[in-house]
């Protein structure tokens, strides 16, 4: 009878990491705010985009109780052809843990973040994915 191990192996990626890479400096919202005051036609586009922080202190807090500037609320995998699978990032680390994507190789992917941003405006966000290769692979055993 044959018995099946299963390993994983990383996938070689290609990575467009630039080394020279430097985030903007970090402004605070209030900062943006302040600058060009009496630029009209800017401080409409700064309306546009930051909506209620411009009429208050800047900072939109959405959950209170939580400190994090970037909030992660959902994964999704979504592939042409089937249903879109979800990982709700707001249970518990082993819920979350116990959670994968399964893909057939060379199947074509897109990967979906919900995600909030409250308190500032974050600078350099970075997305790393792991991907691995499940080994199926079989040994004859003799008895």
């Known amino acids: 009878m044959a018995e099946e191990e299963e390993t994983l192996a990383p996938v070689d990626v290609d990575h467009e990491d630039d080394p020279n890479y430097q985030p903007p400096p970090e402004k605070s919202i209030d900062d943006m705010i302040q600058a060009d005051k009496d630029d009209e036609s800017l401080q409409k586009y700064k309306a546009a985009l930051l909506g209620g922080a411009v009429a208050g202190s800047g900072a939109i807090v959405v959950e209170p109780d939580d400190p994090r ?28 843990k116990s959670k994968s994507f399964t893909l057939k190789e060379g199947v074509k992917f897109k990967i979906k973040i919900d995600f909030i941003v409250q308190r500032e405006i974050v600078h350099g966000l970075k997305y790393v994915q792991k991907t691995y290769r499940a080994v199926v692979g079989g040994k004859a055993h003799r008895g």
């Open 69 to 96: 500037k970037v909030i992660v609320k959902k994964l999704s995998l979504i592939v042409e052809g089937r249903e879109d699978s979800t990982i709700d990032l707001t249970q518990d680390l082993k819920t979350i």
